[in-house]
């Protein structure tokens, strides 16, 4: 991330929530609060398209759309299931705009939501949801944090955060945009500080598409196009051998996907036109049972 600038990649994925939200034949994740999240020129260029159809389409067939609607739905309902077993927390890693504790289900009312972000990008979101009228729950905490220099059971220490209790963490759209070093600091800092259950919902690249980007063809002009606007892929994982690079971490690894086989069991077909891509895996990990 470019020191003291939000980020724009968050923008976007709004963007495409909000594109999603105007879709009825999508019913996979619909966010009420996405359009209002935009920033001016997203919200003029999402006007625009909703006098037109084709380009409407356009942007449903980039898979990347696709996936923030899918990793979004695919992690509320793995919350949900954690929470009917008794988890009270949930932290949301590289939040940006995601308006789950806005938008959050009655039954999960009485979680206590996390939102850890960088800096800018959180000051962005509380100002607009300050501009916008939209009043934080109590249960919801806003905490300023830098992965790449900041340590992440420093920065909840300095919270509510209980570490005896279940958490359940989502870390969603953002670990392709660290070093491999950060997020095994950032799993290992949870582990250390959790001494209760604790189930994450990651997500990543697979590692052949950062390596080789240029080689592909779709992906390269992602690619580009994120590096462009200072936000660049720097790391993804090989799923052959994730799993043993967690369990070097102490996390087991309860499930692995590709984004387009999430979608076919939570429902593809209810998301209107939006495509999915097979590069990119929503991964269920969980902290050995043996250091609970
Ligand atoms: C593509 S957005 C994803 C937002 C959200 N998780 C979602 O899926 O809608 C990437 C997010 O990662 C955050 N991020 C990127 N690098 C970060 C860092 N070094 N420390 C903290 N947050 C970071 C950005 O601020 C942004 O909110």
Redesign the pocket.
Known sequence: ?LLHL??Q??N???FFRAIAALNPSNQLLVDPYAQQFLPKYLKLALLSLRRSTISHQFFENIKLGGG?LI??RYAEECLKERVLSGTKQYI?L?????SFAFRCPSELEELEIFE???PA?QQKKIKRLKTLGIAVPNNVHFVP????SEQIHVALSQTSFDPNLDTFVTW???TY??TEE?IEQVLLSLSDLCSGRLDIVIDYIEQKYIKQWWRYQHFRWIYLAVAFIG?RFVSGFDPNTFSDWLSERKFTLKEDHNYRTIADRLGSENMGHFRLSVRTHLAHIQKFEEDI
Request: charged share 20%.
């Open positions: 991330m939000d980020s990649t968050a976007v994925v709004t923030v990793r979004a949301i590289g939040a940006g705009w995601d850890l972000d960088f990008t944090i830098d992965f790449e969603q759209g953002v945009y660290l950060t936000e």
